[in-house]
């Protein structure tokens, strides 16, 4: 075992004064990690955990009326990964490195979010991966503590690649402030045409929308929004959109 020292860390220095924590309290601040452990990452900016063991799954976790969905957990390449790939909705993952099966989780109504921290699923499709592999996990009774000391060796390599952003980084999935007048101006550069089906909507204007492709509503990129009518607007959903 190889002794680390976090109160060389300017980040837990700045968490014992903000806490009103006395410089006597030292052992509260050491901690024993095995220097080998793969988790581990040290480099000047910190101590860190980044690449390894990671899972993957969406944070915000949009509500539509009472219906609340509950996305899973992935922890291999899997045919759900591989379709929210193909339609351009990958980005809405984040990466954790939680084993407790709890997750932070933002539900977000009328675009307010409400954090909270729920327990998910793992992935069916993950799950059947990895038995066809030859491990034998239930779905009802999956440890993620249990699947990691089973597969030893870092798992980001069973990822075709992970999300830039993790559960504490990403930005909140909700529509920014100024929305309304961004859509309005990407409207009018179109003149008011759908550039899905290309009908024109001047005359009727509330039935154009703006559409993110990649599902994230605060990227509001020119590149990630498109104009387009109601109906070719609700073919790219599988809710029922009333947000323009």
């Known amino acids: 075992m190889?002794?680390?020292?976090?109160?060389?860390?300017?980040?837990?220095?700045?968490?014992?004064?903000?806490?009103?924590?006395?410089?006597?309290?030292?052992?509260?601040?050491?901690?024993?990690?095995?220097?080998?452990?793969?988790?581990?990452?040290?480099?000047p900016?910190?101590?860190?955990?980044?690449?390894?063991?990671?899972?993957?799954?969406?944070?915000?976790?949009v509500q539509y009326g009472d219906k609340i969905n509950e996305y899973k957990f992935h922890l291999i390449e899997c045919a759900t990964l591989k379709a929210m790939?193909?339609?351009?909705?990958?980005?809405?993952?984040?990466?954790?490195?939680?084993?407790?099966?709890?997750?932070?989780?933002?539900r977000i109504i009328?675009?307010?979010?409400?954090?909270?921290?729920?327990?998910?699923?793992?992935?069916k499709h993950c799950l059947q991966k990895l038995n066809r592999q030859g491990?034998?996990?239930?779905y009802e009774n999956f440890s993620i503590e249990e699947f990691f000391s089973v597969m030893k060796d870092d798992n980001s390599g069973n990822f075709s690649d992970l999300p830039d952003e993790n559960d504490l980084t990403a930005p909140t999935n909700v529509y920014p402030k100024n929305w309304d007048e961004i859509s309005r101006r990407l409207k009018e550069k179109h003149n008011y045409t759908c550039q899905e089906c290309h009908r024109n909507f001047s005359d009727c204007k509330s039935l154009l929308?703006?559409?993110?492709?990649?599902?994230?509503?605060?990227?509001?990129?020119?590149?990630?929004?498109?104009?387009?009518?109601y109906d070719c607007h609700q073919a790219k959903h599988s809710h029922k959109i009333t947000r323009k």
């Open 135 to 138: 491990y034998y996990f239930t």
């Open 85 to 106: 790939r193909k339609q351009n909705r990958y980005d809405k993952y984040v990466v954790s490195t939680s084993t407790t099966g709890k997750f932070k989780v933002n």
């Open 45 to 61: 900016g910190g101590i860190t955990y980044k690449g390894s063991r990671v899972i993957l799954y969406i944070r915000d976790q």
């Open 110 to 123: 009328n675009n307010r979010s409400v954090e909270s921290e729920e327990k998910l699923h793992v992935c």
């Open 209 to 229: 929308h703006v559409h993110h492709k990649n599902g994230l509503k605060h990227d509001c990129r020119e590149s990630n929004l498109e104009v387009l009518c």
């Open 2 to 43: 190889e002794k680390i020292d976090f109160l060389n860390c300017d980040e837990f220095k700045l968490i014992k004064e903000l806490m009103g924590i006395s410089d006597e309290d030292k052992t509260d601040f050491t901690m024993d990690i095995r220097a080998d452990d793969p988790n581990l990452k040290i480099s």
